[in-house]
């Protein structure tokens, strides 16, 4: 069983717009959520946190927001850049620093 | 990328042979990982250490094994590869054991079983 779902593979957005990348959990112990970024032939980068006691953090362009109550976390990404396009990994921690991973969202982001 | 290096970078091996990957930091954390990713699955824990000797299992481990006889290098170890575990594997590593000290990834190894 997933405990940690990204149901869009792929999102394609215009240059300038907001990206928006969606992930829903399962197991309400989670304590941190994490987005992580890959490029092709790299490891993931780790790019925002939120800890379950809140419900937005902001780190420049990109928001994560967190909806307890839904079990559903979103990234988002303003102005969208084509740099950005890359795989995007959401995940949860579960205990000792273990994280559980989404399956992962292409986003292509067009000039 | 955090000190990390994995070697090697690609392996092409035949099913039935033992193969070990090589995760090595500089950055003296206590914690390493061992993930695979796969196409639909994300990344999954193999197989993670909390120091020297100290070693648990994640939720992929069958047919895997680790060891980590120094802070610094943490191996692992096919003991006799199947296609199934043709994948991208990936080393991590963190400070702490926490939601909160987030994890560093090496660039990944790239294993084909055939």
């Known amino acids: 069983d997933q405990q940690v779902k990204q149901n869009s593979p792929s999102l394609s957005v215009q240059e300038g717009r907001i990206s928006i990348l969606n992930c829903d959990y399962t197991?309400?112990?989670?304590?941190?959520f994490l987005w992580y970024k890959k490029y092709p032939a790299e490891g993931p980068t780790f790019l925002i946190s939120i800890s379950s006691i809140k419900d937005k953090n902001e780190d420049g362009r990109f928001t994560v927001f967190l909806n307890k109550s839904a079990k559903h976390l979103s990234l988002h990404i303003v102005p969208s850049q084509p740099g950005d396009s890359a795989v995007y990994f959401c995940a949860a921690n579960s205990q000792g620093g273990k994280l559980i991973f989404g399956q992962g969202t292409e986003l292509s982001v067009k000039p | 990328d955090a000190g990390i290096t994995q070697s090697p970078r690609h392996k092409v091996t035949e099913t039935g042979t033992p193969v070990t990957l090589r995760c090595h930091q500089t950055?003296?954390?206590?914690?390493m990982y061992w993930y695979r990713q796969d196409p639909g699955h994300g990344l999954r824990l193999i197989h993670y250490?909390?120091?020297?000797?100290?070693?648990d299992k994640g939720e992929v481990s069958d047919g895997y094994s680790v060891s980590r006889s120094k802070t610094e290098d943490f191996l692992l170890t096919l003991e006799s590869a199947t296609s199934s575990q043709t994948s991208v594997y990936f080393c991590?590593?963190?400070?702490?054991?926490?939601?909160?000290?987030?994890?560093?990834f090496g660039n990944g190894t790239r294993l084909t079983v055939t």
């Open positions: 991590a590593i963190s400070e702490e054991a926490r939601g909160n000290s987030p994890l560093h």
């Open positions: 950055e003296n954390h206590r914690y």
């Open positions: 250490s909390y120091g020297v000797k100290d070693t």
């Open positions: 197991n309400s112990m989670f304590d941190y």
